[in-house]
């Protein structure tokens, strides 16, 4: 394979485009791995060091993985998640055939205190529901999911069986629950030990943050949740109407190597360089944040 007038590609450009189209081909699947750099180089007549920049490329695309000491393998596709939806983590899973398992680690009444007490809307020590919960998919670790929500308004929740049933449908089904809305925080993080070890996220510790904020009809904050997730198993994607009418789609992968932060909220987009520290459009804009509406021009605030 040579660069030429009539082609200027450059060939390590041309050799991820093939492995590309094989792998959307079915040459290679989903988990298996890949001819090791030397075979590679002998196919296309090139050196390893052209081949293992195609072979960047396609991994920092989440094309391929590199498992150490192994080689390098397909990866298996992300699992989409709307992000204009609410309550929507079941219904995704079911559009892409993905059979959800959650296991509750702890359900408990405690005293509201500090940044969840104020994102709540209640007093200093009201009492909270605290829900630990652990998702996998495809059996693996998938999520984990800490929910707050306020005992005064959802009293004799912890009576029911969150294993079997949905959060979101159990407010609605027994509690009457209408949402209004839900104010959404993303951030790219570095998973700690602990949540590494249940999430088995392995030595990349990579995983995303995201917050929100649940409201009814009454603008009552329902649930403050907090999850977890790990960075190689999900992207999150929104369409939008703009407002000429003309369908657009966005759908922007969070990939792992990126340190941006979308933040969602009250039908705003912000994208910062540095994550902030929860659902609050002041902490964004302090830490030079770009706001910009989900589907309008951008805007600098």
Known sequence: MQRTERDPTPLHQR?????????????FKAGERIPAESALAAEFGVSRMTVRQALEFLVREGVLERRRGLGTYVARPRISQDLAGVYTMAHDFSEQGVVQETEVLSFVRDRARGYVA???????????????????VRQEPFALIISYLPVALVPGLDRYDFTARLLGQVLADEYGIV?????????AVLLGPKETALLEAGASRVGLRVQYRTLDTQLQ???YRDMLLRGDMVRYVISCVPRDGRMLEFDDELAA???DTLAVGAGFVHVARHPGSGPDASAMAAAGAVSQPVCGELEHE
Do not use: C, F, M, W
């Open 15 to 27: 050799i991820r485009l093939a492995l590309l189209r094989q792998v959307n081909e079915g040459v």
């Open 179 to 187: 949402v209004q809305r839900q104010d959404k925080v993303i951030d």
């Open 118 to 136: 104020r994102t709540v809307g209640v007093d200093e020590r009201e009492p909270v529901y605290v829900l630990r919960r652990l998702v996998r």
């Open 257 to 259: 190597s990126h340190a």
């Open 221 to 223: 904050v329902v649930e």
